[in-house]
């Protein structure tokens, strides 16, 4: 019903810059919350950063002023610009969103991309 894509992962050295892109597609009514979890080897998946429809943001305490997450309500996009990339950034980034999908009299559930790899080296 819903898809989310992701993108823009890949190896960087530490002090790099990367940008993920997250959009969703299918059958989309409306789109709540969205944002990037991340998940190293051995550890939980945890909060980067999120985004309300309104625009408000919230983000880890281990990346705020160094991550920047966006969004376009009407592409039903998310992006998360990385800069000053750390070895311990490196993990699985997965975009995530909370949506209403059509037909489904406004209930909402949340939906998880595929995740994209992002390596950094020191």
């Known amino acids: 019903q819903v898809q989310l894509m992701e993108s823009g992962g890949g190896l960087v050295q530490a002090g790099g810059s990367l940008r993920l892109s997250c959009a969703a597609s299918?059958?989309?009514?409306?789109?709540?919350?969205m944002g990037w979890y991340r998940q190293a080897p051995g550890t939980q998946r945890d909060m980067v950063a999120t985004?309300?429809?309104?625009?408000?943001?919230n983000y880890a305490d281990s990346v705020k002023g160094r991550f920047t997450i966006s969004r376009d309500n009407a592409k039903n996009t998310v992006l998360l610009q990385m800069n000053n990339l750390k070895p311990e950034d490196r993990a699985v980034y997965y975009c995530?969103?909370?949506?209403?999908?059509?037909?489904?009299?406004?209930?909402?559930?949340?939906?998880w991309g595929q995740g994209t790899q992002v390596a950094v080296s020191s």
């Open positions: 995530y969103a909370d949506v209403v999908t059509l037909g489904s009299g406004r209930t909402s559930r949340g939906y």
């Open positions: 985004t309300t429809s309104g625009g408000s943001t």
């Open positions: 299918g059958s989309i009514f409306s789109i709540g919350a």
